[in-house]
């Protein structure tokens, strides 16, 4: 049971380059998160999907694009890549959106982005 | 918006207990969940609470819960030097809102 998979694990990229980061889940969750971290700053969110054709912004969307392309994946682009987007991200799932059930997050294992 | 406060690090000897603690400011938090996070790898969901407890112990880790103080705390019994991390802490409202993370603890055991 692979849980949520994060390609690539390692990327560098020139700035102003595109790139598409993966991710999938196989525990047939409804949500998806899209997360950067960076020290000192914890885990900051940049997109979100509570369910399949939904996405929304969260906390730092400015510089990406996200794609839910069916249940089970949800991708995160950066259409021109900045030093400053230089971070670890974290993709996760969660079964299910909202109310007062409990619905743990599961993270993948990250993406490590450099930009120079 | 909501908000979660943790000390940033925490330095302790093999052997002794470690106290996470975290504070939130939602008074409509549902649950409240410890991560851990190893070096190189993603957060690791260790374990969670539910509002209306006070108390959660699961093996070496005890979860109390003030909710009048809106308060948190992570107790490692025994701590090991495997028990390095950082260790977040994070709350759920009943609303439709994601998870609020804290900027994360990390836990140094000194051998």
């Known amino acids: 049971n692979a849980g949520v998979t994060q390609t690539p694990k390692f990327q560098v990229l020139k700035t102003g380059q595109s790139m598409t980061l993966q991710c999938a889940q196989d525990m047939n969750h409804n949500s998806m998160y899209w997360y950067r971290q960076d020290p000192g700053m914890g885990l900051r969110l940049i997109y979100y999907s509570a369910s399949e054709g939904t996405t929304d912004k969260g906390e730092v969307p400015n510089g990406y694009n996200v794609s839910r392309l069916n249940k089970r994946e949800f991708s995160l682009r950066l259409e021109s890549a900045a030093p400053s987007q230089t971070s670890v991200y974290f993709c996760a799932s969660s079964e299910a959106w909202g109310g007062i059930s409990n619905q743990p997050q599961h993270f993948g294992d990250g993406t490590r982005l450099s930009i120079l | 918006g909501e908000d979660v406060e943790q000390s940033l690090f925490l330095s302790v000897r093999e052997g002794d207990s470690s106290v996470i603690n975290c504070t939130y400011t939602?008074?409509?938090?549902?649950?409240l969940y410890w991560y851990k996070q190893e070096p190189g790898a993603g957060l690791q969901l260790l374990t969670y609470i539910f509002s209306n407890m006070d108390m959660k112990q699961d093996q070496r880790l005890t979860v109390l819960l003030n909710k009048k103080d809106k308060h948190l705390s992570l107790r490692i019994a025994d701590t090991q030097t495997g028990d390095s991390a950082i260790y977040f802490c994070?709350?759920?409202?009943?609303?439709?809102?994601?998870?609020?993370f804290g900027k994360g603890t990390r836990l140094s055991v000194i051998a």
């Open positions: 994070a709350e759920r409202n009943s609303g439709n809102t994601p998870l609020v």
């Open positions: 939602d008074s409509s938090s549902t649950y």
